[in-house]
């Protein structure tokens, strides 16, 4: 696929705000409204797909040190062809954090991944203040490749953060009782019924808290990750 690899993201202020659903203790996280200074930074316009994920393993050797679930959608270690374009998934934040060290790199944090989504205007979803599923992957039977919703673009040129699979930001934190790491922008799959946290599509001001149970065993099928760059 042959696509823009990154965004440029220079210097600005605008006022974070964020809604979080609250379950089993606090968030323990500031959810504003206050400004926040974000960039200089490069941003990837896409989720990392599992053929990014695949050449990161092969150039640097990486294996976690408990790889229970890792890949566990992969075949004799490798992707399925049809898979390719597709966000990599069934990887854990040290695995994500891993990956973006080896290419200089890092996960957004949650503000700054709020503004890759939301832009200078602070809209609702990536594409405007009105929810419009026809723009992003959502209620499906499984991920798609990454591209396949260009009119789901957000105000900073970046696709794919709405639905399709959850996206990790780089927050680890303690409620008092739990270690949890945050998710944003929802992902394909939303249960009939609600089980420990709702699914589906959620909007740019909306994060998720998710219980840091071992580094294996928050591998899922639904969360992966996209990296950015410090800018000059």
């Not at 990154?6 to 006022?15: D, G, L």
């Not at 700054?112 to 200078?120: F, N, S």
Request: charged share 20%.
């Amino acid at each position: 696929m042959e696509r823009e690899n990154t965004v440029f993201i220079p210097q600005t202020t605008y006022i974070y705000r964020v809604v979080h659903r609250v379950m089993e203790g606090d968030c323990q996280c500031e959810h504003g409204p206050m400004p926040v200074t974000v960039g200089p930074l490069y941003a990837d316009v896409y989720p990392v797909t599992n053929a990014q994920y695949y050449q990161f393993v092969q150039d640097s050797g990486y294996r976690p040190e408990d790889d229970r679930g890792y890949l566990r959608h992969w075949v004799d270690g490798c992707y399925k062809p049809e898979d390719a374009d597709k966000p990599v998934v069934w990887v854990s934040l040290e695995d994500a954090r891993a990956y973006a060290a080896f290419y200089g790199k890092r996960l957004p944090k949650d503000y700054e991944w709020q503004y890759l989504a939301a832009g200078d205007e602070c809209l609702e979803w990536p594409w405007g203040n009105s929810p419009d599923y026809s723009r992003a992957n959502v209620y499906s039977h499984g991920l798609t490749p990454v591209d396949a919703f260009p009119q789901g673009v957000s105000p900073t040129g970046c696709m794919d953060m709405c639905g399709n699979c959850w996206e990790m930001v780089d927050e680890f934190h303690f409620d008092g009782s739990h270690y949890f790491q945050l998710l944003r922008g929802g992902s394909f799959y939303r249960a009939h019924h609600y089980w420990h946290a709702e699914g589906g599509p959620q909007k740019n001001n909306t994060h998720l808290k998710m219980q840091f149970l071992s580094g294996a065993m928050s591998r899922n099928a639904t969360v992966g990750f996209r990296c950015v760059k410090e800018g000059d």
